[in-house]
């Protein structure tokens, strides 16, 4: 059974908006810090952003400051990514992940995450 399950991606035009969610078990959910990263063809898996669990302290790689912003809900054992002013190179596939450590070692690093998600995909057209 899936303990990260993602959706909501999809096509999109430059400019829109997408909001992704990922539903988590709550055994996992309720001890661990949480992050999206994506991938896009024939790239490595990139960090997009994270929260932690403890304070819901946010963290955001360098190219979606301003335009996506995570969130949490401790109550539904969700994390949501919404995603403003797409643009055609944030095409990717998204994953969500979960540190059970909270980012004792920081968000970053994909090696920190002990579970992943299966993806969900947007794609932005020009």
């Known amino acids: 059974q899936a303990q990260l399950v993602e959706s909501g991606g999809g096509l999109v035009q430059a400019g829109g908006s997408l909001r992704l969610s990922c539903a988590a078990s709550?055994?996992?959910?309720?001890?661990?810090?949480m992050g999206w990263f994506r991938q896009a063809p024939g790239k490595e898996r990139e960090f997009v952003a994270a929260i932690s669990r403890s304070v819901g302290r946010t963290y955001y790689t360098d190219s979606v400051k301003g335009r996506f912003t995570i969130s949490r809900d401790n109550v539904k054992n969700t994390v949501y990514l919404q995603m403003n002013s797409l643009k055609p190179e944030d095409t990717a596939v998204y994953y969500c992940a979960a540190d059970p450590e909270d980012f004792s070692w920081g968000p970053i690093d994909k090696s920190v995450y002990d579970y992943w998600g299966q993806g969900t995909q947007v794609t932005v057209s020009s």
């Open positions: 709550g055994y996992i959910f309720s001890r661990s810090g």
